[in-house]
């Protein structure tokens, strides 16, 4: 991570969408075990699910399928998830609590917001539209030519749209992999424990910062931060 003492005042912030943004478990789950039924195989509990997240559709069908990238239905059964799950976004999907009150304040004190995700952009893309259209201007998904998170294409590519340069944003996730992005962009991290990994995953990965609630947001970014203190809040 880049020294917090160094950089710049804070004018845009990314957030990684799944776990972070949306609790999205219900609909990928139900997405997962419509792929597996059709081909027959067992289906996944919410808890099977919710590990298997975070490294992209192509990941969490290898993880849930028996033998995986080695199935012959591998693909078949991605191709299902990704149908199934473009009809099916919003079934069970909502905010976090707290979050859409957070995004009207940040948007109403002037920062730029955008989402990274792993999730296939066409997915990304609607549901930034269907939640966030009126708060977040930029959503960036899994798409061909661009590497998928931990690297660093999606964040970078996020911040040319956003007209922001790294020195002066933030990355806000639930996961390693979130950790891991922001290191691999420059980025401080601010893990949250609302979503699908929890603290001692983003402890043990080194998130710079970790909240509890939406509502510590604002304060750790415009007290913690210029203070350049790092605290679990």
Sequence with gaps: MQSVD??????????????TLLNTLGDLQAAVN??????????KTIEEVRLSV?????????RVLPEGLKNP??????????????????????????????????KDRGYRLGIVSNKFDAAVKQLKEDYFAETISVAIGESAGIRKKP??????KALEELRAETEEAVYVGDSDVDVA??????????????GFRGRQVLEEAGADWIIEEPAAFLPLVEQQMAAGRKTAL
Excluded at 10 to 19: E, M, N, P, Q, Y
Excluded at 34 to 43: D, R, S, W
Excluded at 186 to 191: F, N
């Design 34 to 43: 419509h792929a597996l039924t059709e081909y027959g195989y067992p289906i």
């Design 6 to 19: 160094n950089r710049k005042a804070i004018t845009t912030i990314l957030f990684d969408l799944d776990g």
């Design 73 to 106: 239905d591998y693909e078949p059964c991605l191709a299902s998830f990704r149908e199934y799950y473009s009809r099916h976004l919003q079934d069970r999907t909502v905010p976090y609590p707290g979050i859409p009150e957070l995004l009207e304040e940040l």
């Design 151 to 156: 690297a660093p294409d999606c964040v970078r």
């Design 54 to 62: 975070g490294n992209g559709v192509g990941k969490l069908m290898e």
């Design 181 to 194: 992005t922001a290191r691999n962009s420059g980025l401080v991290c601010i893990g949250v424990t609302w």
